[in-house]
Nanobody, 124 residues
């Protein structure tokens, strides 16, 4: 059964860093676009970044450009999200998911196979 499992969340002070992992099982990365999304309390889920695991192309939402880096390790069947210079507004539950499409997209309706999420809290 195809599954994604997120890890690496936690509590960090503003300006700090975290690295999230999205481990795939039951299917092989290298053919899919994987996206990271987040949802803050009382807000809609928003797309953060995505990566083509076949050729490494990436895309970021404007609010994280220059601070977040998405990468993949196909040998480990894992996608990462390195988050630096974290801000309180980055707080939320972070999810990874598999795109139904082959192009880079941050539209959640184009994604399936969602993980259970990992909590990121940025607070002093």
């Amino acid at each position: 059964q195809a599954q994604l499992v997120e890890s690496g969340g936690g509590l960090v002070q503003p300006g700090g860093s975290l690295r999230l992992s999205c481990a795939a099982s039951g299917f092989t990365l290298g053919y899919f676009v994987i996206g990271w999304f987040r949802q803050a309390p009382g807000k809609e889920r928003e797309g953060v970044s995505c990566i083509s695991t076949s050729d490494g192309r990436t895309y970021y939402t404007d609010s994280v450009k220059g601070r977040f880096t998405i990468s993949r390790d196909n040998a480990k069947n894992t996608v990462y999200l390195q988050m630096n210079s974290l801000k309180p507004e980055d707080t939320g539950v972070y999810y990874c998911a598999t795109a139904r499409v082959l192009w880079l997209s941050l539209a959640s309706a184009e994604y399936t196979n969602w993980g259970q999420g990992t909590q990121v809290t940025v607070s002093s």
